[in-house]
């Protein structure tokens, strides 16, 4: 069995090969990839990543190895994965930009976006969206070699509409059974929450390990692992870009899958062959068990690392949790470094970047932000990237961009321990808990069916909010209705000012008879009555 992370050894590459020898012995040679067999007969790295894809699984890992080989090469002979291209699509799939690549996160790693909220089941076939996604992934294992890639669920505007669990169990399926150790990070952007009870079934579907990778980002904390550079407007950042499908070019293939290509060192070991020289998830699953020395060009090391194998914290003065790590330039010539860490959320470094002249030293204090996270802490790693700069006053903005794009020419990993804690396992300060026993998983057909259901259920419960609120909004209407239709009543039936004059004066109390004079004539009372 090996340890978590770690490449096979040369016998164990032999051991693997030989079993798989056997087993495609058995097999007519039309059933399988041949192109793909010939590859992982001629790359001792890319069978490694096979290697440790099946570290969790039950049986023994070089027989795991060789069947997941197996499978994968009869999956592509039937699926044709090598043989997608984009003038399979139509122009409707890919103008819609459902799935596309574009930019890369804080590693270096490929972004591989899926836009929830444009893709609606039923419109395009299942068929299609299938080859699709495959297309995606083989077009970044041409363009990017054996790097990994980080997929980004952009969530915005999604809704139960949205949801298509069987093309979701697909992409889920493709990468844990065909695709070997493929993920950086699975980025879920703006998540509504009528989407959780299905991403609660989606989550129980990846393995263990590809759940650690998941991060519920939003605008105000997506910078934590895309720079504001690579981020798209619409994710809070500065890329104005607007998508549009660019056709591929595959004549720079192999210049690019070499260029990626590097050579570290290991503690106790001899040289193997890193996969990404820009990814911290391939850097350090390559050797998840110690620090490591990573050479220069004529294999002379770069930075002399205090403590070399681990950073230990330790309780300060102010009662968090410190660890500090000396890096010393013995390379002759000006270096920059960056130091990453695979739990970037739960650690402030400081300095985190910097360039150190020839014989100079520099101090990183690394703090822990909370002590609920110490119980997590001995998993953690941090990498150290070094790369040879031209002259020592490089300016800040030049030495970010040389972090970013060069290959470094050094890289050196360190694990996290607490101070007091025992050496045990291996001898370098950490035990290796074997995976727990595997469970049977339940029957994914029928998965399908029970999220379905739900999915049903809950559409059907909208429908009936939706025609509830209608019918609140009719009986509001008509309320408004009678309210103004008795306003009018009532100023219709108010009296008028001049009906009010003529009331007034009709109920004026009479004036008293004057007294008739005495003497007066009948005539005259009659005039003066007149």
Partial sequence: ??????????????????????????????????TFLARIASEADYLARFWKHVLANPGPQAEETAIMVVNTARWRKEFGSGSVQDTDFSAQLLDRGTLFSRNRDKDGIKLLVFCVGKHV????????????????????????????????????????????????????????????DPLNYIIVFEMPWVLNAAFKIIKAWLPPQAVKKIKFLTKSNMSEYVDDENRLECWGGQDTWEYKFEPESRHSNGLKEEGRKKTVTFAGSPMVASPSADSLGSALSSNSGGGSSGGGPQGVDLLHLNPAQEVVFSTSPLGDLTGKVSLTNTSGKPLGYKIKTTSPEKYRVRPSTGSISPGQSVTVEIHVSGQKEVASLSRDKFLVTAVLLDREDIPAAQLADALRTQTPDGQYRLRCNLAGAPETGSGIGQVY??????????????????????????????????GQVRQLHLLLLLMLILLLATLLVLLYRLPSSDNLSCLHSEIQPPEPHKAMPMGGDVADVEKTEL
């Fill in 1 to 34: 069995m090996g340890v978590e992370g770690e490449p096979p050894t040369e016998g164990e590459v032999v051991e693997v090969r030989s079993i798989l020898a056997k087993k495609v012995e058995e097999i007519d040679s039309e059933e399988l990839d041949q």
């Fill in 121 to 180: 089941k039923g419109i395009e076939k299942a068929e299609d969206m299938k080859k699709f996604f495959v297309y995606h992934l083989e077009r970044l294992a041409r363009e990017e070699g054996l790097a990994q890639f980080s997929i980004v669920f952009d969530c915005r505007n999604a809704g139960l509409k949205n949801m298509d669990m069987e093309f979701t169990q697909f992409m889920i399926n493709v990468m844990k059974d065909y695709y070997p």
């Fill in 433 to 466: 808990a074997s995976p727990p026993p595997a469970t049977a998983p339940e029957d994914p057909a029928r998965q399908v069916a029970n999220v379905s259901k739900k999915v049903a259920q809950l559409v059907e419960g909208q429908q009936q909010l939706a």
